[in-house]
């Protein structure tokens, strides 16, 4: 069993950052490739970010390519999100996912194949 810990949610003005971090508990973290989603109200889970188990290939969503990067660092365990330009229309609970991967390079935008999900943060984007 893996737990996922998101941080960093919050309040922000349109055209503002935020980092969002997960904190994985596991000892094999390099193993799992991970994933951020986010849902907004009334609307289903989408796909944001993905990194393979060793952070060499990484997957976005084309509405948020060149704001988000997704990154990794296995030693802390953690996956981040950093997220620029941020509009109204990214305000959604985003969660982390953690992924049992195939290879080291192996990403995947679908739910369904990821294992174990974070309760999720708010982030919330004001015009």
């Known amino acids: 069993q893996v737990q996922l810990v998101e941080s960093g949610g919050g309040l922000v003005q349109a055209g503002g950052s935020l980092r969002l971090s997960c904190a994985a508990s596991?000892?094999?973290?390099?193993?799992?490739?991970m994933g951020w989603f986010r849902q907004a109200p009334g609307k289903e889970r989408e796909f944001v970010a993905a990194t393979s188990g060793i952070g060499t290939t990484t997957l976005y969503a084309d509405s948020v390519k060149g704001r988000f990067t997704i990154s990794r660092d296995n030693a802390k365990n953690t996956v981040y999100l950093q997220m620029n330009s941020l509009n109204p229309e990214d305000s959604a609970v985003y969660s982390c996912?953690?992924?049992?991967?195939?290879?080291?390079?192996?990403?995947?935008?679908?739910?369904?194949?990821?294992?174990?999900w974070g309760q999720g943060t708010q982030v919330t984007v004001s015009s």
């Open positions: 596991t000892r094999t973290f390099g193993s799992y490739s």
């Open positions: 996912a953690a992924r049992i991967a195939a290879s080291g390079w192996s990403v995947s935008r679908s739910a369904g194949q990821y294992l174990y």
